[in-house]
């Protein structure tokens, strides 16, 4: 009984080892028997009909893959057709594989840019219209007028009395030659009337001093304004030179505007000013740039710009911050594209071309001011050319791959600004 149930594990075992070899020899049978399918870098494209190189991620240009598919990051890879035979620094794309990046484009226009420049400005005193009062002799301040600063003063209105031993003796001296009638006696006169005039005595100072040895004189102001310093007190003796006091007009002031040094270069002698300051709402002050100061701040890299504003009611003081545009360009239609067009590099600026039927070209640019999320193109485009403005960075990549871009660098580093019209591009949609 033992001995037929061992036979027939043996039988069963034996059948199934020849049912896997006879599985196996079929399968290469059929394997053999089967015609291999072609390389894939002999493909060819159903739309296209073009010989397919490779395909590859768009996000990872740089990994090459025989077949189609997803790639590691789970994107679809699109194919790299070979060459064929068109300009070196055009790039290809199937048109297919355009729309399903979204690919977009904006036309090249001339149009004119915002020009105006909004920065803080801080209002000064003109110091053009600064005086200083001082002693001219030793003196003692018998009365002072004014008694603290920033006090405003008309043009000759009495500032301080001054008792001056030399100024009265030379006084008294002129006063005794009045009525002098022989030439040498006038001649006399009129040296003494210069000696006055070097003691820093006026023709109104001396009318209005009085006689006696105590005569105190009056200093008057020169013009009206504030005075902004006050260096003496009544009763304090002065000596020859000494400062009593700083009267400053306030006719104008100065706007001291402070630019980055990005837009310092495109502000000039006479440049269009508005002025408008928080304590004055509603009023608008109009000037010009006087000139630009050397000087550059170390702190916050800015450059001052002088502006001179007319103060005929004094409501301008300074101290006062402000809200300063300039205009410093006219108003002329330039090259411009969007923003997003472009692709900075750190060495250069570049855009990407579409020129119709898939058919993309780097071009190297110059650019100039932006403004309103457009910038000026000051070399290598002429208006009219479509430029790419979402997925140039993916054509970027694919220019990249097929030295498109080397190329470029080995252009002149100024491109000649282009005069041809684009071909008309594939029905892609343009940026409103």
Same mark, same amino acid.
């Given at each position: ?35 291999? *399918? ?43 057709? *070979? ?137 008057? *102001? ?114 411009? &594209? ?50 790419? &403005? ?43």
């Amino acid at each position: 009984m033992n001995r037929t149930i061992t036979n027939r594990v043996v039988a069963a075992v034996a059948a199934l080892i020849l049912l896997v070899v006879a599985g196996g020899i079929g399968y290469l049978i059929a394997r053999q028997s089967t015609p291999t *399918a072609p390389s894939s870098t002999a493909a060819t494209s159903p739309s296209s009909g073009k010989k397919v190189l490779y395909w590859y991620d768009t996000m990872v240009p740089q990994q090459h893959f025989d077949k189609p598919g997803l790639s590691p990051m789970g994107m679809q890879m699109v194919p790299k057709y *070979a060459d064929d035979g068109g300009p070196k620094d055009v790039i290809q794309i199937d048109p297919t594989t355009v729309q399903n990046l979204g690919v977009r484009t904006a036309l090249v226009e001339r149009r004119v840019l915002a020009s105006a420049i909004r920065v803080p400005g801080t209002i000064t005193w003109d110091l053009r219209q600064a005086s200083t009062i001082s002693a001219r002799v030793d003196a003692v301040i018998s009365k002072l007028d004014v008694r603290a600063p920033y006090t405003v003063v008309a043009a000759g209105a009495p500032l301080a009395q001054l008792l001056a031993p030399q100024w009265n003796s030379a006084l008294a001296e002129y006063r005794a030659l009045e009525q002098a009638r022989s030439a040498d006696a006038r001649e006399l006169r009129s040296a003494a009337r210069q000696r006055l005039q070097v003691l820093g005595l006026t023709a109104a100072d001396i009318q209005s001093s009085r006689h006696g040895a105590d005569a105190a004189i009056t200093l008057h *102001a020169p013009q009206a304004g504030v005075v902004t310093t006050l260096d003496v007190r009544e009763g304090q003796r002065v000596t020859a030179g000494q400062t009593l006091m700083t009267l400053n007009g306030l006719s104008t002031v100065w706007v001291e505007a402070a630019l980055p040094q990005a837009v310092a270069g495109t502000v000039r002698s006479g440049t269009p000013v508005g002025v408008t300051v928080d304590a004055l709402p509603g009023r608008s002050f109009h000037g010009t740039v006087e000139t630009l100061l050397s000087d550059v701040d170390a702190v916050t890299r800015t450059q001052r710009a002088r502006i001179v504003l007319d103060n005929p009611d004094g409501a301008l003081s300074p101290g006062m911050f402000a809200t300063v545009q300039l205009n410093p360009t006219p108003d002329v239609a330039v090259p411009v &594209v969007p923003d997003d067009a472009l692709i900075a590099t750190g060495t250069h600026t570049r855009v990407i071309l579409a020129e119709g039927d898939g058919h993309f070209r780097a071009v190297s640019v110059r650019i100039g001011r932006a403004a309103g999320g457009y910038t000026e193109i000051l070399d290598g485009l002429a208006g009219g050319e479509k430029v790419v &403005v979402s997925g140039q960075f993916l054509i970027d990549s694919e220019a990249s791959l097929s030295g498109a871009l080397e190329r470029l660098n080995d252009a002149p580093t100024k491109p000649a600004p282009a005069t041809s019209v684009p071909m008309p591009g594939m029905p892609m949609g343009d940026r409103p």
